[in-house]
């Protein structure tokens, strides 16, 4: 029987992705600067193995980031009256930005300085939503 990941390692993991995708580095690469396989910067980045704190610090270097980056937003362990953690974005919101459409789509529609071409964009993108059926989350 196998034990669900945590939820913190979760989170740090696809921030892990999220920054290692920003910066066009493979597993392979952020594996060799660390001194491991890819496949163990898999199992970082799903929260399957989790980082010991000077694993976390390296990788933080290694990204180009503050340690604090590698945990903003994510879950604190003590959740609010709703049963969510203060601050913390909806996990699809970070799953959605550690994949590569997601972070290509958002470096994208931040580039456009027009408001209304960004709202056309939104309405664009919720009709075409509506027609794939309800949301799932």
């Not at 340690?67 to 974005?89: C, I, N, R, T, Y």
């Amino acid at each position: 029987m196998s034990k669900a990941p945590n939820p913190v390692d979760k989170y740090v993991g696809s921030r892990v992705r999220m920054r290692r995708i920003m910066l066009g580095m493979s597993q392979e690469k952020l594996g060799e600067a660390l001194g491991l396989t890819f496949q163990q910067v898999q199992k970082y980045e799903k929260g399957t193995n989790r980082v010991g704190a000077s694993r976390i610090q390296q990788i933080a270097e290694i990204l180009q980031v503050p340690v604090s980056f590698l945990f903003e937003g994510g879950p604190s362990g003590v959740p609010g009256p709703d049963g969510f953690s203060e601050g913390a974005s909806p996990s699809y919101v970070s799953d959605f930005l550690a994949t590569s459409e997601g972070l290509a789509l958002t470096k994208a529609f931040t580039r456009i300085t027009d408001s209304k071409m960004r709202r056309s964009i939104v309405d664009l993108v919720e009709q075409i939503a509506a027609r794939e059926g309800p949301d799932k989350r």
